[in-house]
């Protein structure tokens, strides 16, 4: 027998039940099935809601009615409205993108200015499915197709084990009021094509179809975990640490296989792109790179990687 929505939400929270959390609310079904599960499981919170101001009068109403719920429940609450347009605009955004760093950049400033242990989002799934699909599409790794983690610094995803449809279901046996959001039937972005056209073939064609793709997201973590052990042994052979710097050789760069795997791996973190990395192989010493926060120089058979002050 399948769990249920709260029986894998308690599984993903019970390790943290003393901690102070934030849960990220919509107003629609999936956030404020959230909610419930927090209300009636007596765990400490507060909710955090945006108002992106990207549906007119429609945004103001789900901030109104997250307003009422909190009011009703004695539930402190986070309301930030945002110029997304603008911002989207000024830094050459999509929409998505650029809501989804709005949000998570004040996220973290909550985090820091209330002193809250975790941040919570409500996605599920059918949300992971959609990640993996258009990662798969615009190209990817390990980490691209392992999609949306449960737990990752301060965030926490309780309900990713859940299927939209068993939320769905939650939502009507427990009477649970919500929001509907117009623009998430609209099939002007991809993940919205994907979400009303492509997720429901799938399932029509396969009813085991979200089950099968959980086992898929465990062997793909597996395997992200495999990687991670494996690249840690390289680095700790190729990289030398003087102060601020890190150094490696060329040449045992040159002997790693596949070695554009291993160049992307080893200075992903540090933004390079592994081809941009590669070229340095054969350039004029003193040549180098940059990303946002590090400089990459060529100084005669080594690459230097050093912080951009």
């Known amino acids: 027998m399948s769990k249920t929505v709260e029986q894998l939400f308690l599984a993903e929270i019970n390790p943290h039940k003393e901690c102070n959390f934030v849960l990220a609310i919509s107003g629609g079904?999936?956030?404020?099935?959230?909610?419930?599960?927090?209300?009636?499981?007596?765990?400490k919170f507060s909710i955090a809601h945006c108002n992106f101001q990207l549906r007119g009068k429609e945004s103001d109403d789900?901030?109104?009615?997250?307003?009422?719920?909190?009011?009703?429940?004695?539930?402190?609450?986070?309301?930030?409205?945002?110029?997304?347009?603008?911002?989207?605009?000024?830094?050459?955004l999509t929409i998505q993108m650029g809501a989804r760093e709005l949000r998570y950049e004040w996220f973290r400033e909550l985090i820091d200015k209330e002193k809250h242990d975790f941040i919570v989002t409500a996605h599920h799934i059918d949300d992971q499915l959609e990640t993996f699909i258009i990662n798969s599409i615009r190209g990817t790794g390990i980490d691209g197709l392992v999609g949306i983690p449960d737990k990752i610094n301060k965030i926490i995803r309780p309900l990713l084990m859940s299927s939209k449809d068993q939320i769905?279901?939650?939502?009507?046996?427990?009477?649970?009021?919500?929001?509907?959001?117009?623009?998430?039937?609209?099939?002007?972005?991809?993940?919205?094509?994907?979400?009303?056209?492509?997720?429901?073939?799938?399932?029509?064609?396969?009813?085991?179809?979200?089950?099968?793709?959980?086992?898929?997201?465990?062997?793909?973590?597996?395997?992200?975990?495999?990687?991670?052990?494996?690249?840690?042994?390289?680095?700790?052979?190729?990289?030398?640490?003087?102060g601020e710097n890190i150094i490696t050789n060329i040449d045992l760069l040159k002997d790693l296989d596949p070695i554009e795997f291993y160049i992307h791996e080893l200075y992903k973190d540090f933004e390079f792109n592994y081809k941009e990395v590669m070229k340095l192989f054969d350039s004029d010493s003193g040549k180098y790179i940059s990303s946002?926060?590090?400089?990459m120089t060529k100084q005669k058979n080594n690459l230097i990687i050093s912080k951009i002050k």
């Open 292 to 295: 946002s926060n590090y400089n």
């Open 62 to 92: 789900d901030e109104l009615f997250i307003n009422k719920w909190c009011s009703e429940k004695d539930i402190k609450l986070y309301n930030k409205k945002f110029t997304t347009e603008d911002y989207c605009k000024n830094n050459k």
């Open 29 to 43: 079904v999936d956030s404020m099935v959230l909610a419930n599960l927090f209300l009636i499981n007596n765990l």
């Open 168 to 242: 769905k279901e939650y939502s009507k046996v427990n009477k649970i009021n919500y929001r509907e959001d117009s623009s998430n039937d609209k099939e002007d972005y991809l993940r919205n094509k994907i979400r009303h056209s492509v997720i429901p073939y799938l399932k029509s064609d396969d009813d085991n179809v979200l089950l099968k793709f959980k086992t898929t997201i465990e062997n793909l973590n597996s395997t992200k975990i495999f990687v991670q052990k494996v690249i840690s042994k390289v680095r700790d052979r190729v990289f030398i640490y003087e």
